[in-house]
């Protein structure tokens, strides 16, 4: 099995509009889509738990109109924040005190430029504990909820996207995804490409065998 294949498996595919699942999520989805199309709506918040996918819009958006994407996990003064007509602020809760000014600020600069700012949190944004004048901002736009996936619809999604391959995928193949296999569906769509691939080199059908031998050797390479 080549060395590039396994290589490829270990990489998580950059984030994409076209590459979101959205399950419950179509709203959130078409809402983004649309993000900067009116005048009247400069900003956009999006809510939910861990695993809800909302990391992966904002960055997918981010790149799609070419503007800056800040965890504020990583970043919580927002230091060096960019000047720049498409923003999207993730994690805001964790946003320190200067980083929640800075974020306002940048709020009002949007207002004022015909700039877009997105953000997210866990929460809606009247529960995080931020300044009251910085969740006001976030209430300025549409705030969306972002749910994740049930097990159901993940293996709906794959099964779909292993039949446009013309993979015949069994339940236990998925199931077995779904418990050791990072579950994010770019991931594990990745995954499936990688395993249709290593069929065919191979000369293999796709079965569980196989499906932990990829594993294991993707798994033995360097990171």
């Given at each position: 099995?080549?060395?590039?294949?396994?290589?490829?498996?270990?990489e998580a595919p950059p984030p994409?509009?076209?590459?979101?699942?959205?399950?419950?999520?179509?709203?959130?989805?078409?809402?983004?889509?649309g993000f900067g199309s009116d005048p009247g709506l400069m900003s956009l918040y999006l809510w939910?738990?861990?695993g809800s996918g909302r990391s992966h819009l904002w960055r997918a958006w981010s790149s799609l109109r070419q503007g800056a994407y800040i965890d504020a996990r990583a970043q919580p003064d927002l230091a060096g924040a960019p000047s720049t007509t498409a923003l999207a602020v993730d994690n805001c809760d964790a946003l320190s005190e200067n980083g929640q000014i800075t974020l306002f600020n940048?709020?009002?600069?949007?207002?004022?430029?015909?700039?877009?700012?997105?953000?997210s949190g866990p929460l809606p944004a009247a529960q995080l504990g931020l300044r009251d004048d910085l969740k006001s901002r976030l209430a300025w736009g549409l705030a969306?909820?972002?749910?994740?996936?049930?097990?159901?619809?993940?293996?709906?999604?794959?099964?779909?996207?292993?039949?446009?391959?013309?993979?015949?995928?069994?339940?236990?193949?998925?199931?077995?995804?779904?418990?050791?296999?990072?579950?994010?569906?770019?991931?594990?769509?990745?995954?499936?490409?990688?395993l249709d691939t290593a069929s065919l080199a191979a000369k293999r059908p796709v079965t569980l065998p196989?499906?932990?031998?990829?594993?294991?050797e993707s798994s033995s390479l360097p990171l």
């Open positions: 099995m080549q060395q590039q294949l396994l290589l490829a498996l270990l994409a509009l076209d590459n979101f699942v959205p399950g419950a999520n179509a709203a959130a989805l078409a809402a983004l889509r939910g738990g861990r940048l709020y009002n600069h949007a207002r004022e430029s015909g700039g877009l700012v997105l953000s969306l909820e972002v749910k994740p996936l049930t097990d159901a619809e993940k293996q709906a999604a794959l099964l779909s996207h292993a039949g446009a391959r013309g993979m015949r995928l069994s339940d236990d193949i998925v199931a077995y995804m779904l418990v050791h296999v990072r579950r994010d569906m770019p991931t594990l769509m990745r995954l499936i490409d990688s196989l499906l932990r031998e990829l594993l294991a």
